[in-house]
Protein backbone atom coordinates (compact mmCIF):
# COMPACT_ATOMS: atom_id res chain seq x y z
CA UNK A 1 0.00 0.00 0.00
CA UNK A 2 3.06 2.43 1.03
CA UNK A 3 4.61 1.78 -2.70
CA UNK A 4 0.89 2.60 -4.46
CA UNK A 5 0.64 6.21 -2.23
CA UNK A 6 4.27 7.09 -3.11
CA UNK A 7 4.08 6.73 -6.99
CA UNK A 8 0.69 8.28 -6.91
CA UNK A 9 2.51 11.32 -5.47
CA UNK A 10 5.03 11.39 -7.52
CA UNK A 11 2.75 11.18 -10.63
CA UNK A 12 1.02 14.45 -9.70
CA UNK A 13 2.51 17.00 -12.80
CA UNK A 14 3.91 20.03 -11.30
CA UNK A 15 3.82 23.59 -13.07
CA UNK A 16 6.55 25.73 -13.39
CA UNK A 17 4.86 28.29 -11.68
CA UNK A 18 3.89 26.39 -9.03
CA UNK A 19 7.83 25.75 -8.19
CA UNK A 20 8.85 29.22 -7.43
CA UNK A 21 8.75 30.81 -4.15
CA UNK A 22 5.87 32.72 -3.31
CA UNK A 23 6.50 36.57 -3.67
CA UNK A 24 4.24 38.62 -1.39
CA UNK A 25 3.68 41.86 -3.72
CA UNK A 26 5.03 45.05 -1.97
CA UNK A 27 1.94 47.16 -2.03
CA UNK A 28 1.46 50.38 -0.02
CA UNK A 29 0.37 49.07 3.20
CA UNK A 30 3.60 47.03 3.73
CA UNK A 31 5.63 50.26 3.02
CA UNK A 32 3.66 52.49 5.65
CA UNK A 33 4.08 49.71 7.83
CA UNK A 34 7.98 49.45 7.48
CA UNK A 35 8.51 52.95 7.97
CA UNK A 36 6.08 53.02 11.30
CA UNK A 37 7.77 50.28 12.31
CA UNK A 38 11.28 52.04 11.80
CA UNK A 39 10.36 55.44 12.95
CA UNK A 40 8.37 54.46 16.32
CA UNK A 41 11.22 53.57 18.40
CA UNK A 42 13.39 56.97 17.63
CA UNK A 43 10.15 59.35 18.28
CA UNK A 44 10.15 56.63 22.02
CA UNK A 45 13.84 57.63 22.30
CA UNK A 46 13.37 61.40 21.68
CA UNK A 47 10.44 61.94 24.42
CA UNK A 48 12.08 59.55 26.92
CA UNK A 49 15.03 62.04 26.54
CA UNK A 50 12.82 64.97 26.55
CA UNK A 51 11.25 63.83 29.70
CA UNK A 52 14.51 62.98 31.45
CA UNK A 53 15.68 66.28 30.60
CA UNK A 54 12.09 68.00 32.04
CA UNK A 55 12.85 65.72 35.47
CA UNK A 56 16.55 67.08 35.25
CA UNK A 57 15.43 71.09 35.51
CA UNK A 58 12.36 70.55 37.63
CA UNK A 59 14.40 68.76 40.24
CA UNK A 60 17.39 71.40 40.04
CA UNK A 61 14.82 73.88 40.37
CA UNK A 62 13.16 72.46 43.37
CA UNK A 63 16.86 71.78 44.93
CA UNK A 64 17.96 75.34 44.66
CA UNK A 65 14.13 76.79 45.57
CA UNK A 66 13.76 74.91 48.53
CA UNK A 67 17.07 74.12 49.61
CA UNK A 68 20.19 75.71 48.42
CA UNK A 69 19.16 79.19 48.17
CA UNK A 70 17.05 79.54 51.42
CA UNK A 71 20.02 77.79 53.01
CA UNK A 72 22.53 80.73 51.18
CA UNK A 73 19.83 83.55 52.35
CA UNK A 74 19.87 82.55 55.81
CA UNK A 75 22.23 84.17 58.10
CA UNK A 76 22.59 84.67 61.90
CA UNK A 77 27.05 85.12 62.42
CA UNK A 78 26.23 88.35 64.00
CA UNK A 79 23.22 87.02 66.69
CA UNK A 80 23.20 83.19 66.25
CA UNK A 81 20.01 82.86 69.12
CA UNK A 82 17.30 84.82 66.57
CA UNK A 83 17.67 81.80 64.70
CA UNK A 84 14.97 80.07 66.54
CA UNK A 85 12.72 83.62 67.23
CA UNK A 86 9.61 84.72 65.74
CA UNK A 87 9.23 86.45 62.59
CA UNK A 88 6.11 88.26 62.90
CA UNK A 89 3.64 89.67 65.04
CA UNK A 90 0.27 88.20 65.91
CA UNK A 91 -3.12 90.02 66.06
CA UNK A 92 -5.09 89.31 68.97
CA UNK A 93 -7.27 86.66 66.74
CA UNK A 94 -3.76 84.61 66.56
CA UNK A 95 -3.21 85.68 62.69
CA UNK A 96 0.06 87.18 61.34
CA UNK A 97 0.07 90.54 61.66
CA UNK A 98 3.52 92.86 60.92
CA UNK A 99 6.77 91.47 60.45
CA UNK A 100 9.84 91.79 62.77
CA UNK A 101 11.97 93.93 60.35
CA UNK A 102 14.03 95.83 63.36
CA UNK A 103 15.78 95.38 66.52
CA UNK A 104 18.04 97.58 69.20
CA UNK A 105 20.49 96.27 71.64
CA UNK A 106 20.62 98.25 75.22
CA UNK A 107 18.40 98.95 78.49
CA UNK A 108 15.30 100.17 78.69
CA UNK A 109 15.82 104.07 79.83
CA UNK A 110 18.59 104.52 76.50
CA UNK A 111 16.20 102.96 74.41
CA UNK A 112 13.61 105.45 75.62
CA UNK A 113 15.56 107.91 75.86
CA UNK A 114 16.87 107.51 72.64
CA UNK A 115 13.91 107.04 70.30
CA UNK A 116 12.79 110.79 72.45
CA UNK A 117 15.53 112.52 71.20
CA UNK A 118 15.31 111.42 68.05
CA UNK A 119 11.70 112.88 67.11
CA UNK A 120 9.83 109.90 68.47
CA UNK A 121 6.77 110.38 70.27
CA UNK A 122 5.64 107.57 73.09
CA UNK A 123 2.13 105.99 72.40
CA UNK A 124 -0.29 106.55 74.67
CA UNK A 125 -1.90 102.96 75.69
CA UNK A 126 -5.33 102.27 74.18
CA UNK A 127 -8.42 103.33 76.44
CA UNK A 128 -12.03 104.51 75.46
CA UNK A 129 -11.01 107.96 76.16
CA UNK A 130 -7.09 107.65 73.67
CA UNK A 131 -9.49 106.08 70.87
CA UNK A 132 -12.14 108.69 70.68
CA UNK A 133 -9.19 111.33 71.03
CA UNK A 134 -7.97 109.25 68.07
CA UNK A 135 -10.98 109.43 66.22
CA UNK A 136 -11.71 113.15 66.35
CA UNK A 137 -7.92 113.66 65.18
CA UNK A 138 -8.14 111.56 62.05
CA UNK A 139 -11.95 113.28 61.33
CA UNK A 140 -11.56 116.38 62.10
CA UNK A 141 -7.70 116.28 60.45
CA UNK A 142 -6.22 117.56 64.20
CA UNK A 143 -2.53 116.67 65.06
CA UNK A 144 -2.73 114.01 68.29
CA UNK A 145 1.34 113.12 68.14
CA UNK A 146 0.81 110.61 71.32
CA UNK A 147 -2.05 108.87 69.73
CA UNK A 148 -2.57 105.32 70.89
CA UNK A 149 -1.42 102.05 68.55
CA UNK A 150 -3.64 98.89 68.13
CA UNK A 151 -2.02 95.94 70.07
CA UNK A 152 0.26 92.97 68.28
CA UNK A 153 1.42 90.35 70.24
CA UNK A 154 5.22 88.52 70.07
CA UNK A 155 5.80 86.18 72.98
CA UNK A 156 2.28 85.82 74.20
CA UNK A 157 1.88 89.68 75.30
CA UNK A 158 1.49 92.75 73.22
CA UNK A 159 4.19 95.14 72.88
CA UNK A 160 6.12 96.63 75.72
CA UNK A 161 6.74 99.58 73.97
CA UNK A 162 5.80 101.99 71.25
CA UNK A 163 6.57 104.99 69.23
CA UNK A 164 5.48 107.21 66.57
CA UNK A 165 6.42 109.69 64.46
CA UNK A 166 3.44 112.01 63.10
CA UNK A 167 3.60 113.08 59.51
CA UNK A 168 1.02 116.02 58.86
CA UNK A 169 -1.66 116.94 61.07
CA UNK A 170 -3.76 113.57 61.65
CA UNK A 171 -3.35 110.90 63.14
CA UNK A 172 -3.78 108.78 60.32
CA UNK A 173 -0.58 109.13 58.40
CA UNK A 174 2.51 108.34 60.77
CA UNK A 175 5.69 106.37 61.11
CA UNK A 176 5.66 103.93 64.16
CA UNK A 177 7.22 101.09 65.75
CA UNK A 178 6.37 98.69 68.24
CA UNK A 179 9.09 96.81 70.92
CA UNK A 180 9.24 93.38 72.69
CA UNK A 181 11.76 92.33 75.26
CA UNK A 182 13.32 89.36 74.38
CA UNK A 183 15.53 86.67 76.35
CA UNK A 184 18.42 87.36 73.73
CA UNK A 185 20.90 90.00 74.87
CA UNK A 186 23.91 91.14 72.49
CA UNK A 187 27.68 90.86 72.67
CA UNK A 188 27.55 93.24 75.34
CA UNK A 189 25.29 91.68 77.41
CA UNK A 190 22.53 94.11 77.04
CA UNK A 191 18.84 93.28 76.72
CA UNK A 192 17.48 92.90 72.73
CA UNK A 193 14.43 94.25 71.88
CA UNK A 194 12.71 92.99 68.80
CA UNK A 195 10.36 95.59 66.64
CA UNK A 196 8.38 95.57 63.94
CA UNK A 197 8.39 99.41 62.70
CA UNK A 198 5.29 100.29 59.71
CA UNK A 199 3.94 103.28 57.91
CA UNK A 200 0.27 104.19 58.46
CA UNK A 201 -1.11 105.51 55.12
CA UNK A 202 -4.65 105.78 56.12
CA UNK A 203 -7.34 104.63 58.54
CA UNK A 204 -10.25 102.21 57.38
CA UNK A 205 -11.95 98.76 57.60
CA UNK A 206 -9.68 95.62 58.29
CA UNK A 207 -9.75 93.71 54.70
CA UNK A 208 -9.79 90.20 56.85
CA UNK A 209 -11.91 91.34 60.31
CA UNK A 210 -13.70 94.63 59.47
CA UNK A 211 -12.54 95.77 62.53
CA UNK A 212 -11.55 100.09 62.42
CA UNK A 213 -7.55 99.80 62.02
CA UNK A 214 -4.56 101.53 60.37
CA UNK A 215 -3.98 100.50 56.67
CA UNK A 216 0.09 99.74 56.36
CA UNK A 217 1.94 101.05 53.84
CA UNK A 218 3.43 98.36 51.54
CA UNK A 219 7.35 99.54 51.68
CA UNK A 220 8.32 98.34 55.61
CA UNK A 221 11.98 98.30 54.41
CA UNK A 222 12.32 101.96 53.88
CA UNK A 223 10.85 102.05 57.65
CA UNK A 224 13.52 99.97 58.94
CA UNK A 225 15.97 102.46 57.49
CA UNK A 226 14.09 105.47 58.10
CA UNK A 227 14.13 104.65 62.08
CA UNK A 228 17.85 103.72 62.16
CA UNK A 229 18.85 106.92 60.40
CA UNK A 230 17.09 108.61 62.67
CA UNK A 231 18.71 106.99 65.70
CA UNK A 232 22.52 107.03 63.90
CA UNK A 233 22.16 110.87 63.43
CA UNK A 234 21.64 111.89 66.51
CA UNK A 235 24.57 109.31 67.43
CA UNK A 236 22.73 106.45 69.63
CA UNK A 237 23.72 103.73 67.25
CA UNK A 238 27.78 102.17 67.98
CA UNK A 239 26.84 99.24 65.49
CA UNK A 240 24.41 98.08 63.31
CA UNK A 241 23.86 94.65 61.56
CA UNK A 242 21.66 92.40 59.83
CA UNK A 243 20.07 88.78 60.17
CA UNK A 244 17.44 86.84 58.47
CA UNK A 245 13.96 88.06 59.51
CA UNK A 246 10.62 86.96 57.88
CA UNK A 247 12.72 86.56 53.91
CA UNK A 248 11.96 87.92 51.22
CA UNK A 249 8.19 88.89 50.30
CA UNK A 250 6.72 89.65 47.12
CA UNK A 251 3.48 90.19 47.99
CA UNK A 252 2.93 89.84 51.90
CA UNK A 253 -0.17 90.30 53.73
CA UNK A 254 -0.60 91.63 57.48
CA UNK A 255 -3.19 90.85 60.33
CA UNK A 256 -5.27 94.14 58.41
CA UNK A 257 -5.12 92.24 55.06
CA UNK A 258 -2.54 94.79 53.65
CA UNK A 259 -0.19 94.44 51.07
CA UNK A 260 3.59 94.43 51.77
CA UNK A 261 6.66 93.75 50.39
CA UNK A 262 10.56 93.41 51.95
CA UNK A 263 13.71 92.21 51.03
CA UNK A 264 13.20 89.91 54.17
CA UNK A 265 16.44 91.29 56.68
CA UNK A 266 16.20 92.70 60.08
CA UNK A 267 18.29 95.07 60.86
CA UNK A 268 20.05 95.39 64.60
CA UNK A 269 21.28 98.83 65.66
CA UNK A 270 23.49 98.63 69.26
CA UNK A 271 22.64 101.75 71.45
CA UNK A 272 25.33 103.88 73.02
CA UNK A 273 24.70 104.82 76.42
CA UNK A 274 23.99 108.53 75.02
CA UNK A 275 23.57 110.19 72.32
CA UNK A 276 27.17 111.50 70.63
CA UNK A 277 27.60 111.97 67.23
CA UNK A 278 31.26 112.19 66.93
CA UNK A 279 30.77 108.76 68.70
CA UNK A 280 32.60 105.50 66.60
CA UNK A 281 30.16 103.75 64.37
CA UNK A 282 30.91 100.30 62.61
CA UNK A 283 27.95 98.25 59.92
CA UNK A 284 28.72 94.97 59.44
CA UNK A 285 28.79 93.36 56.62
CA UNK A 286 26.57 90.80 55.58
CA UNK A 287 27.72 87.41 54.02
CA UNK A 288 28.43 87.33 50.15
CA UNK A 289 25.44 85.55 48.91
CA UNK A 290 23.24 88.14 51.02
CA UNK A 291 24.90 91.16 49.12
CA UNK A 292 24.06 89.54 45.77
CA UNK A 293 20.58 89.09 46.91
CA UNK A 294 20.84 92.63 48.32
CA UNK A 295 21.43 93.47 44.26
CA UNK A 296 18.79 91.77 42.70
CA UNK A 297 15.98 93.25 45.22
CA UNK A 298 17.10 96.34 44.28
CA UNK A 299 16.81 95.37 40.74
CA UNK A 300 13.12 94.49 41.20
CA UNK A 301 12.42 97.41 43.86
CA UNK A 302 10.97 100.01 41.52
CA UNK A 303 8.86 97.49 40.20
CA UNK A 304 7.41 96.28 43.62
CA UNK A 305 7.12 100.76 44.25
CA UNK A 306 4.71 101.14 41.52
CA UNK A 307 2.41 98.15 42.70
CA UNK A 308 -0.95 99.63 44.23
CA UNK A 309 -0.96 99.44 48.24
CA UNK A 310 -4.18 97.71 48.36
Known amino acids: MSDVQSSDASDVPVSPQDSQPTQVPAGPNLESRDIATVKAPRWRRYLIRGLKVLACVVGLWLLAAYVILPALWKHYEHQPGLENAPKT ?90 FWKSKEVGRNGDPLWL ?9 GLSHLTGQITHHIGPDIDAERTALMTDLRKEGWLTEL ?15 GGDLYYTDGELT ?42 Q
Open 241 to 255: FQVTGVGSTLLGRNG
Open 268 to 309: VGVLALKGDKEAKFARLANPVAIQIKQQFWSAIRPLLESLPA
Open 195 to 203: GSATYDRSV
Open 89 to 178: TLTPQGIPGDPLNVGLIGGEKVLVHAMLSSGWDPADPVTLRTSLRIAGSVLRDKPYPDAPVSSLFLFGRKQDLAFEKPVGNSASHRHHVR
